[in-house]
C-alpha cells in the first residue's frame, strides 16, 4: 500500500487506523499472552504463526492483508508485540523519537538507505533498539517505512524521518550545551 493511496484528507488514513487498531489489539490486556507471544518469537524466514491470523481474523475482524505482503505486515505486528504496550504514540514522530533515543547517525543512514533485501532486518534492529529504550513513536511511520514500493514516495517519507531526527537532535544538543 502507498501512502498516498492511503491518504484521505479529512481524517487519519486507512493504514493509521489499522496501526492503532493492531496496536490496541496486541497490548490489550485480554489479547492472549501465548498469541503475544508466539508474534514476538517469530523471525523472518519461519511461517507466520497462527496467531497472527488469529489477529487479524479474530481480534480486528478483517480480511487478512495481501499474500504479497503477509511477511511485512508480520514484521509490524512482531515490532508491536516486542515493544509493549504504550509502543504506538501517533504524536510522536520516529525521527524525533531516534532522536530522543539517541539513535546513532551512522545506523540511521544505513536504515534511510538500505535496499529492499535489508530492509526487514534494519527494522528490526531499530525496533529493538528503541523498545530497550522504552521510546515509543508513531508506527505508521514504521508501517509506511515497510510498505512503501514506489522511490519518490519512499524518498519523502525518508527525508519526513530525518527532517524530525535532525530537528529534534539539534534541540537536544542545545539544550545540552
Known amino acids: ?17 489499522t496501526i492503532a487498531r493492531l496496536a490496541a489489539t496486541i497490548s490489550h490486556s485480554h489479547y492472549p499472552n501465548g498469541d503475544r507471544a508466539a508474534l ?4 523472518p524466514g ?5 496467531a497472527f491470523y488469529r ?13 504479497s505482503q503477509a511477511d511485512t505486515w508480520m514484521l509490524i505486528a512482531w515490532g508491536l508485540a516486542l515493544s509493549g504496550g504504550d509502543a504506538h504514540k501517533p504524536e510522536q514522530p520516529l525521527g524525533k523519537a531516534l ?10 543512514e544505513r536504515l ?14 531499530m525496533v529493538r533498539f528503541l523498545a530497550a529504550k522504552q521510546v515509543p ?8 517505512y515497510l510498505l512503501t514500493r514506489d522511490s519518490d514516495a519512499r524518498d519523502r517519507l525518508h527525508r519526513r524521518i530525518a527532517r524530525g531526527y535532525y530537528r529534534h ?6 539544550t545540552r550545551e
Not at 489477529?55 to 499474500?67: H, I, Q, S
Not at 532522536?99 to 540511521?108: S, T
Open 46 to 50: 519461519q511461517p507466520i504463526p497462527l
Open 112 to 125: 534511510l538507505s538500505s535496499p529492499d533485501a535489508l530492509r526487514g532486518e534494519l527494522f528490526m534492529a
Open 1 to 17: 500500500m502507498s501512502s498516498r493511496a492511503a491518504r484521505n484528507s479529512h481524517g487519519p488514513t486507512t493504514l493509521s487506523i
Open 169 to 174: 537532535l539539534s534541540m537536544l544538543t542545545s
Open 99 to 108: 532522536a530522543e533515543a539517541q539513535f546513532a547517525e551512522g545506523r540511521l
Open 55 to 67: 489477529l487479524w481474523l479474530r481480534y480486528l475482524n478483517e480480511d487478512l492483508p495481501p499474500e
Open 137 to 144: 513513536f508513531d508506527w505508521t511511520t514504521a508501517a509506511e
Open 40 to 43: 514476538k518469537r517469530w523471525s
